[in-house]
Nanobody, 118 residues
Framework: QVQLAESGGGLVQPGGSLRLSCTAS????????MGWYRQAPGKERELVAS???????IYADSVKGRFTISRDNAKNTVYLEMNSLKPEDTAVYYCNANHKIVANSNYWGQGTQVTVSS
């Protein structure tokens, strides 16, 4: 019933930009904190950015000033605008929906590959 459909991943050169999208279905979108996580080979999955329904945002130190997270509740969609991409940004990026109150109401997208390489 719940689905997080991601798009926008791909191959980009260092310094380039990419925009990820995640559209949710089967949830009351505004009740969830939306986030983007990433996992590089051999590394733990880490939080990249998150955004509440009210627009409060959190960014990992490594992406501050380069990435922007936003959400459009009318479209049930969360975005991640990635600029000035570095090879270190290469990872599988996952969309996450985490209910603000209800425990175990936590959903993940399938992941989309972002590769930054020359």
């Amino acid at each position: 019933q719940v689905q997080l459909a991601e798009s926008g991943g791909g191959l980009v050169q260092p310094g380039g930009s990419l925009r990820l999208s995640c559209t949710a279905s089967g949830i009351i979108f505004r009740a969830y904190v939306m986030g983007w996580y990433r996992q590089a080979p051999g590394k733990e999955r880490e939080l990249v950015a998150s955004i509440t329904n009210g627009g409060s945002v959190i960014y990992a130190d490594s992406v501050k000033g380069r990435f922007t997270i936003s959400r459009d509740n009318a479209k049930n969609t969360v975005y991640l605008e990635m600029n000035s991409l570095k090879p270190e940004d290469t990872a599988v990026y996952y969309c996450n929906a985490n209910h603000k109150i209800v425990a175990n109401s936590n959903y993940w997208g399938q992941g989309t590959q972002v590769t930054v390489s020359s």
